[in-house]
Structure formats: C-alpha cells, structure tokens
C-alpha cells in the first residue's frame, strides 16, 4: 500500500512461490498503470486502485501472509484492518511508523466496529527496523503448542 507499492512488489514477486499470489494496492492512475505493464506477464500480480481502508474491508474473509505498509503513520485505520486480516504467522512490515505498542493495538479496539473482529495485543510482537528505526515488523503469533510430558518408563 502506497507510493512505491510496484517497486517493493517486483522484488518480492522475484523470491515468491509460483502458486503464491500478490496484491499491489495503489491510490494514484499513473502509479496503477505502470505497475500493471510491469507486472501483466506475471498470473500471480494484480493491481488494485482503491482506497487502501475499503479494499482491506471488501477482502476481510481473506488472510494475509505478507502485508507491506509504505503509509501506515498516515492511516491509522488501515493499519488496524491490516492487522486484522493478517495470518498466524504472517508479518506486516510497516514504515514510517512512530509507534505502535501493546496499549496502542489495544485502544484500537474501544470503538468496536460489526465488520471488524476485535484483536488481541497479546497475538503481535513487534520490532523496530530501517536507519531511523521508524519503520516496524508485526509478526501475528502462531498457536503456541504445548509440550506433552513424556511419561516415565515402568519402573522394575
């Protein structure tokens, strides 16, 4: 999402699986069109123009394993749908970014909204990345799965 989307997406369309799909989100014509010729060989690209918070809304059945920000200090809102579409395990790279902590997911969630589910700060770590540490990975917790105890061979 935002300007730059088609630069960051050819590189990560260079290392993707080929039955992976991507999903270049753009709000400007230009940008849109020359995404499209770049990436209209490519089946596993599409190009969507459309604000970033009613895309994120019209897809909300899906799941994410990879969502790149390039705007997230500028859109709270998107950011918070963002995470909600992201997968166990999956990771939203987010720059430009100020801050984002535990207390911060968790007053996102004080004005709920019927096509939101409600999230939980405990399923994201969060770190801070890039030369100005202004950027940040949320990393969408897996299931944890607990150990069996062993149990103990027959005593003799």
Known sequence: MG??????GVSILEGMDHSSGFVALVQDEREATVI???????VRAS?????????LLDVRAHHFDLIVDLIA???????????????AGGVYLASNLESLSHETLARC??????????LDPNDFEIARWGDHLNSMIIVRRTERVRK??????PAR
Request: aromatic share 2%.
């Open 109 to 118: 969630d004080r004005q709920p909204d019927e096509r939101q589910s409600p």
């Open 36 to 42: 499209r010729r770049e990436l209209d060989c490519d």
């Open 73 to 87: 200090d500028e859109h709270p809102k998107t950011l918070r749908l963002g995470l909600g579409l992201l997968a």
């Open 148 to 153: 069996k105890r062993r149990s103990r061979p």
């Open 47 to 55: 190009v969507h123009l459309q604000d970033a918070a009613s895309f």
């Open 3 to 8: 300007e730059g989307a088609g630069e960051v």
